[in-house]
C-alpha cells in the first residue's frame, strides 16, 4: 500500500449558525487518505463524519460554514489542488472527474423519472463531450458490468431495480469518468447485511482493479473492520483516535472506540460480550467542557472535565494517534 497521499485534511473546522449563536461542528480536523487505500470514518450519529464529507466535497450549505482549515487533493504526479479554493466551474468537475461521492439511500440521489441509461450516459455527455451516443452507451454498459448487472437492466427506471442494484448504479456513476477518490457515506445502511457485504466485497475488488481510493463514512464499526485498511474514529466533531484496523480491533486504545467495537458482534475472531457504550452523545449546541466523552466514558478521572485532550501518538504506537489523557 501507498503511503503518497491523494487527500490531506489539516485543521478543518467547521459552524452551524443558529438563532443561538454558532455551534461547533467539526474542530481541528487533521486526516489523510493515502493513495490505494480504504479509509473508514466511524463514529455515532451527530459525530461529524457526515459533515466532513460535505465540507470536504464543498457540499456543505447553510447553515454550514467552514471556518478555517485546508483540503488539498494530490494529483499523481504531484500537483496539489486547493479544494477550499477552487472556483465553482473547476469544482463542478473535480467532483465527477477527481473525486466523486456515493451517498446514503440511491432512491434520493438517483432521478425517479430517468432511465439506468440516461443516467449514466448524462454523466458522460457532460463531462466527456467527446464520446459519440454508441461510446457513452457501450461505457455505461461496461460501467454496469463492473458492479455486476447486466446490460439489459440499462432501460429500467430506479423503482424497478432493488435497493442493492439501485445502491450498484450509484456505485457505477461515481466510478465513470475513473475518480482518484470516491467518498462513500453511509452507502450500504439502508441495505440487508448479506447485500451490504456483497457490495463492499465488490467495491474492494473494484478499487484494487481501478486503483482509487475510498473514504468509508459509518457508524457500523464491523464493517470497516472487514473493509478498511486504516480508521478514523469521531465523537463530538474530532477525531478522537486514528489508527489500522487491525489495530483498532485488536487493541482501541480511546474508551470511546473500545465501546463502538463492543456495540456490534464482530462476524470473525473471538466472540466479544456486548455492552455498548452508556448515555447519548453530546448535542452539538451543549458540548461537554474538556473531554466531550467524559459524562459516558468510565475511565474519566481529573483533567477529563477540564482539558480537551489533543490526537497524538500514545507512547508505545508510533504510526496511530489517540485523545485521551490517559495516553498524553
Ligand atoms: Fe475518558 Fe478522559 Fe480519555 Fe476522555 S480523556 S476518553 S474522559 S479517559
Keep these: 500500500m501507498s503511503a503518497e497521499p491523494v487527500l490531506t485534511i489539516s485543521g478543518l473546522?467547521?459552524?452551524?449558525?443558529?438563532?443561538?449563536?454558532?455551534?461547533?461542528a467539526l474542530r481541528d480536523i487533521d486526516l489523510t487518505l493515502n493513495r490505494g487505500e480504504v479509509l473508514g470514518l466511524a463514529g455515532e450519529s451527530g459525530s461529524g463524519k457526515s459533515t466532513l464529507a460535505y465540507a470536504v466535497t464543498r457540499l456543505l450549505?447553510?447553515?454550514?460554514?467552514i471556518t478555517g482549515g485546508e483540503v488539498h487533493y494530490h494529483r499523481p504526479g504531484g500537483d496539489r489542488v486547493d479544494i477550499l479554493s477552487l472556483a465553482p466551474r473547476r469544482l463542478r468537475a473535480f467532483r465527477w472527474q477527481e473525486l466523486s461521492i456515493v451517498f446514503q439511500g440511491a432512491m434520493n440521489s438517483l432521478n425517479p423519472v430517468h432511465?439506468?441509461?440516461s443516467q449514466l450516459t448524462d454523466v458522460l455527455a457532460a463531462h466527456r463531450p467527446e464520446l459519440r451516443k454508441r461510446q457513452r452507451t457501450e461505457r455505461a454498459v461496461e460501467l454496469l458490468g463492473l458492479v455486476g448487472i447486466s446490460a439489459d437492466r440499462l432501460a429500467a427506471y430506479p423503482h424497478q431495480l432493488s435497493g442493492g442494484m439501485r445502491q450498484r448504479v450509484m456505485i457505477a456513476m461515481a466510478l465513470a469518468l475513473e475518480p482518484e477518490i470516491v467518498i462513500m457515506d453511509e452507502p450500504t445502511t439502508a441495505l440487508d447485511v448479506v447485500m451490504?457485504?456483497?457490495?463492499l466485497r465488490?467495491?474492494?475488488q473494484l478499487r484494487r482493479q481501478l486503483d482509487f481510493s475510498v473514504v468509508f463514512i459509518t457508524h457500523d464499526?464491523?464493517?470497516l473492520i472487514e473493509f478498511s485498511d486504516?480508521?478514523?474514529?469521531?465523537?463530538?466533531g474530532r477525531i478522537v483516535e486514528q489508527a489500522g484496523a487491525a489495530e483498532i480491533y485488536r487493541d482501541p486504545r480511546h474508551p470511546y472506540s473500545d465501546g463502538l467495537l463492543h456495540s456490534f458482534p464482530a462476524l470473525h475472531g473471538p466472540r466479544r460480550e456486548l455492552t455498548g457504550i452508556p448515555g447519548s452523545?453530546?448535542?452539538l449546541s451543549a458540548m461537554p467542557t474538556g473531554c466531550a466523552f467524559h459524562p459516558r466514558c468510565g475511565k474519566a478521572f481529573d483533567p477529563c472535565a477540564g482539558r480537551v485532550p489533543l490526537l497524538a501518538p500514545p507512547a508505545d504506537g508510533p504510526g496511530r494517534a489517540v485523545a485521551c489523557h490517559l495516553h498524553s
Excluded: K
Excluded at 450549505?61 to 460554514?65: A, M
Excluded at 486504516?230 to 463530538?236: F, L, N, Q, T, V
Design 115 to 117: 432511465t439506468v441509461h
Design 281 to 283: 452523545p453530546p448535542h
Design 196 to 199: 451490504q457485504r456483497q457490495i
Design 202 to 204: 465488490r467495491l474492494v
Design 61 to 65: 450549505s447553510p447553515p454550514g460554514v
Design 221 to 223: 464499526i464491523s464493517l
Design 230 to 236: 486504516r480508521i478514523a474514529i469521531m465523537y463530538g
Design 13 to 24: 473546522n467547521v459552524d452551524y449558525g443558529t438563532d443561538a449563536g454558532a455551534v461547533h
